[in-house]
């Protein structure tokens, strides 16, 4: 192991993140505490923790690599990241919020109570969050063998034991404090290097991409889009999957129980979206000063999809100590995300499936908080093994795949449990399990796991599915099951509907009927 002020910076990151979840272990007695907090969290606190969440290791290391690699086609993640909290904004926070109560699958179950419902959105959630946090990982395991010259297993495994002991030890209120602090420390570490990149520049946006044009092997390509995603489908379905995914991730839905109340939690997205979209524009000088002053050779050298990119930025700007502030900023930014994707995957299976499904609702506060500690340290191992073979993909298009599931299997459901009266169990059951199967299908098709060159992907071979990101068919045809398995069961669930609009968008626990009634009492 290499000691060094990057080892020393490293060390200081885990020691306040490990002193926050001591603290917060003390006030976590009750399932509430350890799934939402207790719903205690202010607007702006839960906005930036929304931020520490959504700013994960595919924005810092994962854009600013791909930006620096393919250019303008690096740029589209950043786009779609940021436009996505439009739809969560106008359309998922306040029912969300005004229906759950812990997870994802309370809002469905709120309208639906059968058992098979939370079963397929606890898989759901599962899935979703071993994708996501396959990302964090594989950046964590590039980043601390730059780091620290440790081996990329061994990084993987660090980085697996620290955030199962933040969730295990001090639930949603450890992972939220953690993310607040990842925050301020990702935003003032990503500020400072794109205002080093800028001032190289003069200042100057025309001498910025004047200079960029001529800067890379692309040459004026560089700033144009179709140098990674050659065919335009391709690039459609991996904005489809991002725009639409935000609104189904189960970490991201999840926040929005830790706060008291609906108005809250839009308060909440609003502090969040001003804090990312500040964050996805510096990714852009971040992309363009590693392609300028790294060098593609260099950044493909230590990881060839360029994981690496934003480190490297760092270290060639301001030396050693600037580099290890930025490893370290990114070493916290991956320890916040794990934590929260750790919780939504443990809150899921307790919560959902455990205490719904396994005992019908009867599982006493202690033997669910038994089983979520549990289940934190079945999903680290899974993670953890499959982050192993996950070596060397780039770490935001492996996000784009959980955001493409998540869109897929959860979106649809979510909208048309609020909004369609004749939706039921059966359309919400087929309607899930079609958008998750079918994106794991084409996935497993893709060239995201086949290609002809060994060493590419996974696996060697031609892809029988051309597009690198499924969504544009697997978002449809999780809309289509769910509207096809409604219409051809028998069974009527509306029963619910009209007390399901008026508490979605307002909060109050009375159907439409009950409300005029009242009005016309008083």
């Not at 709120?110 to 606890?122: E, L």
């Not at 370290?328 to 994707?341: D, H, K, P, R």
């Not at 409604?486 to 626990?509: C, M, Q, Y």
Request: aromatic share 12%.
């Amino acid at each position: 192991m290499h000691f060094s002020p990057a080892f020393g910076l490293f060390l200081v990151i885990v020691a306040i993140t490990l002193g926050i979840t001591y603290f917060a272990a003390k006030k976590t007695h009750t399932t509430q505490e350890f799934y939402t907090a207790g719903g205690g969290l202010t607007g702006w606190q839960n906005g930036l923790a929304i931020a520490g969440d959504y700013m994960s290791a595919a924005s810092f290391l994962g854009i600013a690599g791909a930006i620096s690699l393919a250019g303008f086609d690096g740029f589209f993640y950043s786009i779609g990241f940021l436009v996505a909290y439009l739809v969560v904004l106008y359309l998922v926070a306040e029912p969300l919020r005004n229906l759950g109560k812990y997870t994802m699958a309370d809002m469905i179950a709120a309208r639906f109570a059968d058992p098979r419902v939370r079963a397929v959105a606890a898989l759901n959630t599962v899935v979703i969050s071993t994708f996501y946090m396959l990302a964090q990982l594989v950046g964590a395991g590039g980043l601390i063998k730059l780091l620290l010259h440790l081996d990329y297993n061994m990084s993987v495994l660090i980085v697996g034991v620290l955030m199962t002991v933040y969730v295990v030890f001090g639930g949603m209120r450890a992972t939220s404090y953690v993310q607040i602090v990842k925050a301020f420390l990702l935003m003032g570490g990503t500020l400072l290097l794109a205002l080093l990149v800028f001032s190289r520049f003069g200042f100057s946006l025309t001498g910025m991409f004047e200079h960029m044009s001529t800067a890379t092997p692309l040459g004026a390509k560089f700033l144009h889009a179709g140098n990674k995603y050659k065919d335009p489908l391709d690039t459609l379905s991996l904005m489809l999957a991002l725009v639409l995914g935000t609104a189904g991730l189960p970490h991201i839905l999840i926040r929005f129980f830790t706060v008291k109340d609906a108005k809250t939690a839009r308060k909440s997205v609003i502090t969040a979206t001003w804090l990312i979209g500040a964050f996805y524009i510096m990714t852009l000088f971040l992309g363009f000063g590693a392609a300028a002053f790294v060098g593609k050779a260099a950044i493909v050298a230590e990881d060839k999809s360029g994981n690496m990119a934003a480190p490297l930025l760092a270290r060639a700007l301001g030396g050693d100590f600037l580099f290890a502030f930025i490893s370290a900023v990114a070493f916290a930014t991956i320890l916040a995300v794990v934590s929260g994707l750790v919780l939504s995957a443990t809150s899921a299976f307790a919560h959902d499936f455990y205490n719904h499904v396994v005992k019908r609702g009867n599982a006493s506060e202690k033997e669910q908080i038994s089983a979520a500690r549990f289940a934190s340290v079945g999903i680290a191992v899974i993670s953890i093994v499959l982050a192993f073979f996950a070596k060397g993909q780039n770490v935001a298009f492996l996000v784009a795949l959980a955001f493409a599931i998540a869109a897929s299997a959860n979106l649809p459901v979510i909208l048309l449990t609020i909004f369609w009266r004749r939706f039921n169990t059966t359309g919400a059951v087929v309607g899930m399990l079609t958008g998750l199967i079918s994106c794991l299908v084409l996935i497993s098709f893709s060239p995201s796991v086949w290609n002809p060159e060994a060493g590419k992907t996974l696996l060697q071979g031609h892809a029988l599915f051309p597009l690198a990101n499924p969504g544009i068919v697997s978002i449809p045809l999780g809309l289509l099951g769910a509207i096809l398995g409604t219409l051809f069961s028998p069974e009527r669930d509306d029963a619910k509907f009209d007390e399901i609009l008026v508490k979605a968008n307002t909060g109050i626990h009375h159907s439409l009927p009950v409300l005029e009634e009242e009005m016309l009492v008083k």
